[in-house]
């Protein structure tokens, strides 16, 4: 099966607390750079990939998207995006990541954010891409940076409570991380740079945009994010399809 911890009574009351669950984009860190590099989406055919509470879906809507569809596997997620969501060109679908399914160059557009470092066939994933988007099209998402799932941990090392450093270890050793978030253990994928631009390549993208974003000083000095300018959190890519 799918890793499906949204679907946890309690994971998900727990997220369901979070800035970016409460507020939206404008308290995601990474937004202001992802938005940045999204092609213009009016008229367009979008995929989110992961959407969540949809946030993204309608944002594209607003900017005068002709059809969105967003698929994710959690009943509570995508309950909680039917709620929020008041426009009619927005289809959400129940289902992985990794089985979506739909007729081949659809879509123009497609992104994902923070969803792809809990797949473990990455690859397959870019080759499903590669064959939904039309010639030209977009696949920009973002994952968390792999300075931050390389060490199972995913926190500081402390002396007296003080932050000293971020333990980058196990950095060339791909593969399945276990650890917690939002008090759950769950399973991550860790994945160098390389290997994320390797597979893109190999699935007929074109790389045009591969950014290390930090939060804006307006979240940083709100959220007291300042140790999130101290190491990478988060990496997000933009390629086209050839």
């Not at 092609?39 to 309608?58: E, V």
């Not at 000293?164 to 950095?171: C, S």
């Not at 994320?196 to 290390?212: Q, S």
Request: proline share 4%; glycine share 6%; hydrophobic share 35%.
């Amino acid at each position: 099966m799918k890793q499906n911890i949204y679907d946890d009574p309690g994971f998900f009351d727990a997220y369901s607390k979070m800035p970016r669950s409460i507020n939206g984009l404008k308290s995601a860190g990474e937004w202001e750079i992802f938005r940045e590099i999204l092609p213009a989406l009016h008229g367009k055919t979008i995929l989110d990939l992961g959407c969540g509470y949809g946030w993204h879906c309608q944002y594209a809507s607003e900017k005068g998207a002709r059809r969105v569809v967003g698929i994710d596997l959690s009943e509570k997620m995508l309950a909680k995006a039917k709620k929020m969501t008041t426009v009619k060109n927005i289809e959400y679908q129940q289902c992985a990541i990794e089985d979506f399914d739909s007729h081949d160059h659809v879509f123009d557009i497609i992104f994902s954010s923070l969803a792809l470092h809990y797949v473990s066939d990455l690859g397959s994933v870019f080759q499903r891409a590669s064959n939904l988007l039309v010639s030209g099209g977009t696949l920009c998402y973002s994952v968390e940076h792999p300075v931050f799932t390389s060490n199972e941990s995913q926190d500081w090392c402390y002396k007296n409570e003080e932050i000293q450093h971020w333990p980058l270890d196990n950095y060339f050793h791909e593969g399945e991380r276990f650890t917690s978030f939002l008090g759950t253990n769950v399973v991550k994928y860790h994945r160098t740079v390389e290997t994320h631009i390797k597979l893109l390549l190999t699935h007929g993208f074109e790389i045009t945009a591969l950014l290390e974003p930090t939060p804006p000083k307006t979240l940083i000095e709100k959220m007291g994010w300042e140790s999130e300018l101290r190491r990478p959190m988060m990496l997000i890519i933009k390629a086209v399809k050839k």
